[in-house]
């Protein structure tokens, strides 16, 4: 192919001319005398005015190019000069200026393609340019992608760092920090302004005048340093040093700065030749857009929107002249910024959207036409990458007008259907973050975004009103707060009205991306995009925390809420023309999607476990239920063959890299590779070995009509794959008989949805929880405010020194708020708003849906990936948690019935043994903790990441703590509330106990003894004016579930001994833990040397005390509930759990109660983290169960009770003295302790506990004295023969068979619960037959 350069060798695109004058009038080309007009008129330099008639050579096709080349033709010198860039005075290096990941870097640091991007993979890595500068005046540009710790700035050859010392911390090293706000070169100074993403750093050295500035976003922060050293061997690198995930971006001059300053020259120089013939070039262009040669042969001026190519050869022939020049230029980089992108932006800011749009589909269509594919698509890359470049380093002005114009662009070169699939297929995804375009950034500097103009007026929340944290009463609001808050509404909708507009153009673009009627000789763009955002979605899903090829959370949350809208507008538009269709309001997820494998899932874990093993353990469901068939043979190769790639080492080529990142390498950072990821590799080989046999499930088939049907991976679909055809659902394939036959939308529709519920899993969840920490800031500066009035109020007048400070401390709390209620009111409105929590609610419904459905397919349900139920729990503490105080939950629609049905799902499927969970902790894990080996709690504070029942576990705990959602779960079908009680009284042992009883706990709160306290009473007696106590939810008892419990509880003769079992074990290891811990840490405490305990050991032993407040709670539920399982000894198994009952609650009483005990001491010091241990909670739990058996039980039962309780050998009368505050028994020879000193009391809290119970309290209290000196009379001596040898408080009671050794049947009985061995010989315990000294001894007598 002949070369685009000058003369008449044009390329195949080009037409071709001939010099025959008599063609003309063949080709249609126009007279000689218009021909000569057009063309001066096309053709005059942009410089000059244009020459008269008469005094001009007349022009025609045959001597244009030779005009031509005298109009582009530069000036000779400044060729040379660009062609020596390398020599200029004051510079060394090559003259193209990129990073040096040769050898100027220290630390891990991952490159660019380019070598213009880097991003920190180690403590503090450094890297400088390849280029130096020692004289003169230079600027290079940064372009900030993350806020963290960055020193930016230049440093000599000489300069030597490490992991801790970067630019600036060296001698002739200088650096700008942004994030830490301050200068450096070897100390540090205040200098500049903070940063933020989107920023753009200007780093200025004038080595004239021996100085160092640095400019944000084309503002001045002065002058940093001064006196730099120059002369011999002084010469200046760029340079940077980055944390671990931050990345910049550098502009050395290789695209135009984006805020040039004057005198200063980049480091890289443009291509000023090139620049020239590029203007000169688009000036004809232009040109020709503005003349028309209409019929009657005359020149028309005409404006740009309304031209129209029109296929004259004239114009045609014109246009091949211009672009066979121009066509190699508009591939270069800075040429397309600076020539290209200004003229398309001034086409957009020109015109309307309509007129816009026609303009660049009309350019389009031309580059098209005359350039080869090669240099359109070259042109069309460079030109996105500097339209996303210009969108995400736009300051942030109040009416956002740069990012709109930029959007509109991308709008309308979007619009252009060949320039759009081609931006589709290779660049959009595979080149660059196009995600970034749908990204709103939040202003961090307030004042310089116009918020000041835009919410004059600020004003903030008095008070939280989060669910889960108690609202505290404030006085009612004035007028003059009234007024305040009226108009910060009003300036909050303004900003709303202008960040919409926004949007909505995003929103346009994603519309445009998932067009499917665009397939005229090739594949729609919805299918495209399909293909390329599951490889997006893969890329995130197999990197997490695997920083570089992540999408940044705030991008993807922005993202997810303009596709649901282009999503529901696409399926509401379906459902328009289909009747049979539904609306977007009902959408869900099929599930034989999930099993049929034509969407692929990568290694995202299936409620079931990994799909190789469903596949072959439900085979036999899968061919009854979904008619799909799989071949033995090809499954048992796909697994092997799964198998083996896990054990085969990383190929060598895929290991240099890393173990050069291990040597301390700076690398290339290759752009995302979608097919060389070992996780997609893995799954596509999968599933395209997996053959598959369908059967339609309309009609019954013979073995002769199975069709065979491979899988596909993602980019070998074809629209018939996805959509279906006459024979073939497509998508839908394998539709189990619980399915309707109507369908829901389009299935590429049903894979964007599910796509995006997969997006909210990757990271658009903890996104939105970050995002609360602005109101979270916001209420704390308020309170400091408001505490801060109080004490100017309190403060007297005469101490004039603290009222200044109060004032200072005034002003700034109040600076403080103004800022961050402007940034609140942009962050509701891009994340928060109405609209986006009806985007999250929309999520949640349609996740409900799909596991409704799935549910129904019985055993198929394994198959649904985990992520659906994680949505559907992580949208719903959303919307409760995130979206207030300004928007609640209650205002959605179908609200209660949307609880409701959550609470079913939770209910069913938190104990549904179709879901295998993936995180538990292996061997000995905290469901198998029991009194013969306990494993250290530890691992229960230190196991991974919850798996999905961790999950549903701590949801349905959650969603029993809150009135509204506890009634949802009473309004569930009874017989699905029964077997969640039920599932709750399995034995604890093999499952996460303590989840399993905080459920029950938050059941129970508001009934038991002195439980009805929402702040912990301790804290509040000892500190009540501190307002950030631990707080808790109001009590929210449900007594229907507890009556659900009572009912089971009494249902048969295993279920009540086995669950109170295993309360009792785990209570028992629970409270030995705390003790074994506060031992350690009091010893630690003790200690002369200054020490620190282990926050880690303090946390852990909080959460043993709770643990065990828990258990004793649940305790005293179930005598409350059902006192005949302890009291009633008809039943075999009741006195051995009311012995072990009264032997633990003695053991926690005495440890408790003992004076100056260690219990007392660890609490005296108030360590923090332990805030929650204390008398109160554990001695009120105690108190609650020890009045429920001997106050409010039947004579009998109170009687049993109170004969055990003080025939354990650890009762002492003394501790329950200690709950009313009276004295021990005074033992002879002490006296009475004093008056006033201070002891713990029942009585002390009359806030929580009701005179009632304090009475109850006295009744057991004289009822033990009592008893107690009733039994001491009546007791007689025990020889030590006649004890148990086990326990050694009780007599002997029992004999074993066949063994004959002997205890008492309370030893015997609670061993029986858990070994059949003998204690003593471990013969097999057949049966235990009472046993009578007296009638042994005459038995063995008579015998005799």
């Not at 179908?894 to 179709?914: P, Q, S, V």
């Amino acid at each position: 192919m002949a070369s685009k350069g000058a003369g008449m060798a044009f390329s195949r695109k080009s037409y071709g001319l001939t010099s025959d004058a008599e063609k003309s009038r063949v080709t249609g080309i126009v007279h000689e005398k218009l021909l000569d007009d057009y063309l001066h008129r096309i053709f005059s330099s942009t410089g000059r005015a244009p020459m008269a008639a008469t005094s001009r050579k007349l022009l025609n096709f045959q001597n244009l190019p030779e005009h031509l080349d005298q109009l582009l033709h530069v000036d000779e010198e400044a060729e040379e000069e660009e062609e020596s860039q390398g020599q200029v005075e004051g510079r060394l290096g090559p003259s193209t200026v990129v990073l040096d990941h040769t050898g100027g870097f220290e630390g891990l640091l991952l490159v660019d393609d380019d070598l213009l991007g880097v991003i920190g993979h180690s403590n503090f890595g450094t890297i400088r340019s390849t280029t130096c500068v020692y004289k003169g005046k230079w600027v290079y540009e940064v372009l900030i992608s993350s806020q963290g710790l960055m020193q930016i700035g230049w440093c000599t050859i000489n300069c030597r760092f490490n992991q801790e010392e970067g630019v600036g911390d060296t001698h002739n090293s200088y650096a700008y920090d942004g994030n830490r706000v301050r200068k450096w070169n070897v100390t540090t100074t205040n200098y500049g302004k903070a940063w933020a993403a989107g920023d753009i750093v200007s780093c200025l050295i004038d080595l004239d005048e021996g100085t160092l500035s640095f400019c944000l976003n084309g503002v001045s922060l002065g002058t940093a340093f001064e006196n730099l050293s120059r002369g011999l061997g002084m010469a200046y690198f760029p340079a940077i040093s980055l944390s671990f995930k931050e990345s910049v971006a550098f502009n050395f001059g290789s695209r135009p700065l984006r805020y040039p300053v004057v005198g200063y020259r980049p480091l890289q120089d443009p291509p000023s030749a090139d620049l020239v013939r590029a203007q000169e070039l688009l000036g004809c262009f232009q040109a020709v857009l503005s003349v028309e040669l209409d019929p009657v042969g005359r020149l028309v001026e005409k404006e740009s929107s309304e031209w129209q190519l029109q296929g004259q050869p004239t114009v045609l022939l014109t246009l091949a002249h211009i672009f066979h020049r121009f066509a190699p230029l508009l591939r270069k980089v800075y040429l397309v910024e600076a020539v290209l992108m200004s003229f398309l932006l001034g086409v957009v800011e020109a015109g309307t959207p309509a007129q816009a749009q026609s303009v660049v589909h009309q350019v389009l269509d031309l580059l098209w036409l005359f350039m080869e594919d090669y240099e359109v698509q070259d042109c069309l890359k460079q030109l996105m990458m500097s339209l996303l470049r210009l969108y995400r380093f736009s300051p942030i002005v109040p009416d956002l007008a740069l990012q709109i114009r930029y959007l509109r662009l991308t709008i309308a070169i979007l619009s252009h259907e060949k320039s759009r699939k081609f931006l589709l297929s290779h660049v959009l995804f595979d080149v660059l973050r196009s995600v970034v375009f749908f990204y709103i950034k939040s202003p961090l500097r307030v004042e310089e975004a116009g918020l000041q103009e835009l919410i004059p007026t600020t004003w903030w929340p008095h008070r939280s009103s989060r669910e889960g944290k108690e609202s505290k009463e404030v006085k009612d609001e004035t007028s003059e707060e009234r007024l305040r808050r009226r108009a910060y509404e009003r300036g909050c909708q303004r900003l709303k009205k202008r960040i919409e507009v926004v949007e909505e153009l995003q929103v346009q673009i994603l519309k445009l991306l998932l067009n499917n009627q665009d397939d005229n000789g090739g594949e729609a763009s919805r299918y495209i995009f399909l293909t390329k955002f599951r490889k997006f979605l893969q890329e995130n899903a197999s990197s997490r925390g695997n920083m570089p090829m992540l999408c940044p959370p705030e991008y993807m949350v922005c993202f997810l809420h303009r596709l649901i809208s282009a999503l529901r507008y696409y399926w509401d538009e379906y459902k328009a023309s289909n009747p049979r269709a539904t609306f977007s309001e009902e959408a869900y997820i099929p599930p034989q999607v999930f099993y049929n494998g034509k969407v692929d899932y990568f290694d995202l874990q299936r409620l079931g476990g990994l799909l190789s093993h469903l596949r072959k353990t439900l085979k036999d469901d899968l061919a009854s239920k979904a008619n799909i068939l799989i071949d033995p043979l090809e499954l048992q190769a796909a697994t092997m063959d799964d198998l083996d790639e896990d054990e085969e080492p990383a190929p060598a080529a895929a290991q240099r890299p890393m173990q050069a990142l291990a040597m301390g390498g700076a690398l290339p950072l290759p752009r995302p590779s979608w097919l060389s990821s070992p996780t997609l590799g893995r799954a596509n080989r999968f599933l395209s070995t997996a053959a598959v046999s369908l059967m339609t499930p309309r009609r019954p088939l013979s073995t002769s009509e199975k069709v065979k049907v491979r899988t596909l991976s993602a980019e070998q679909r074809t629209r018939e794959d996805i959509e279906g055809s006459q024979w073939n659902e497509g998508l839908l394939v394998g539709r189990p008989p619980e399915e309707p036959e109507q369908p829901l939308t389009e299935n590429s529709l049903l894979e964007v949805l599910d796509g995006a519920i997969m997006m909210y899993n990757l990271s658009v969840h903890q996104q939105l929880g970050k995002m609360v920490g602005v109101s979270d800031d916001v209420n704390e500066y308020a309170m400091a405010l408001r505490d801060t009035e109080d004490k100017l109020r309190r403060c007297p007048k005469r101490r004039k020194d603290i009222l200044a400070e109060l004032t200072k401390s005034q002003k700034v709390f109040s600076e403080k708020l103004d800022h961050l209620s402007r940034r609140l009111a942009w962050v509701h409105a891009t994340v928060y708003s109405q609209e986006k929590m009806q985007d999250i609610y929309w999520l949640l419904r349609v996740c409900l849906r799909t596991i409704e459905h799935g549910d129904r397919t019985g055993p198929l349900f394994a198959f649904m990936p985990e992520f659906y139920l994680s949505v559907a729990i992580n949208s719903y503490s959303a919307l409760k948690n995130y979206f207030g105080p300004v928007h609640s939950m209650e205002e959605l629609p179908g609200y209660e019935e949307t609880l409701t049905r959550l609470a079913a799902i939770l209910a069913k499927h938190f104990a549904d043994t179709r879901i295998v969970g993936t995180g538990e902790v292996p061997d000995r894990g905290l469901g198998e903790m029991g009194t013969d080996g306990m494993a250290p709690l530890a691992i229960f504070c230190a196991q991974c990441q919850p798996d999905i029942r961790d999950s549903l576990m701590q949801a349905l705990a959650s969603y029993v703590c809150y009135p509204n959602s506890l009634r949802a779960v009473e309004r569930i079908p009874e017989e699905q509330r029964i077997a969640m009680v039920r599932s709750l009284l399995a034995p604890y042992e093999q499952r996460p106990w303590a989840q399993t009883n905080w459920i029950l706990v938050r059941l129970w709160r508001g009934c038991g003894f002195g439980y009805r306290y929402t702040r912990l009473p301790h804290l509040l007696k000892t500190k009540p004016e501190d307002a950030n106590l631990p707080s808790l939810q109001k009590p929210c008892p449900s007594t229907l579930l507890q009556q659900h419990m009572a009912d089971l509880l009494r249902e048969g003769p295993d279920v009540a001994p086995s669950f109170l079992n295993s309360v009792l074990n785990q209570l028992n290891w629970a409270f030995s833990e705390f003790i074994g811990m506060i031992q350690e840490i009091q010893q630690a405490a003790e200690r002369l040397e200054r020490n620190f305990v282990d926050s880690r050991q303090l946390k852990v032993c909080a959460t043993c005390f709770d643990l065990s407040v828990s258990l004793l709670r649940v305790l005293e539920m179930t005598i409350t509930l059902v006192p005949e399982i302890f009291l009633d000894w008809a039943q075999p198994t009741s006195e051995m759990l009311l012995r072990r009952l009264a032997q633990l609650l003695n053991q926690v009483l005495n440890r408790v109660t003992a004076e100056r005990n260690l219990f007392d001491r660890v609490v005296t010091l108030r360590l923090p983290g332990l805030e929650s241990v204390d008398h109160y909670p554990i001695l009120v739990a105690v108190t609650g169960i020890l009045v429920r058996l001997l106050v409010h039980g039947p004579a009998s039962g109170t009687e049993r009770a109170t004969s055990v309780l003080l025939a354990d050998p650890c009762f002492q009368l003394r501790s329950i003295c200690y709950l009313l505050g009276q004295p021990e028994p005074p033992t002879p020879g002490t006296a009475l302790p004093a008056p006033d000193q201070k002891r713990f009391s029942l009585q002390s809290y009359t806030d929580y506990i009701s005179v009632e119970e304090l009475a109850q309290v006295e009744q057991m209290l004289a009822h033990l004295t009592s008893a107690s000196a009733q039994a001491a009379a009546a007791s007689l001596p025990t020889s030590e023969e006649d004890l148990c040898p086990i326990c050694y408080a009780h007599p002997i009671s029992a004999v074993f068979q066949p063994c004959g050794h002997k205890s008492c049947k309370a030893c015997i009985n609670q061993h029986l619960m858990n070994n059949k061995d003998c204690f003593f010989c471990k013969a097999t315990i057949v049966s235990v037959e009472d046993w009578d000294k007296a009638a042994s001894a005459s038995a063995t007598s008579s015998a005799a």
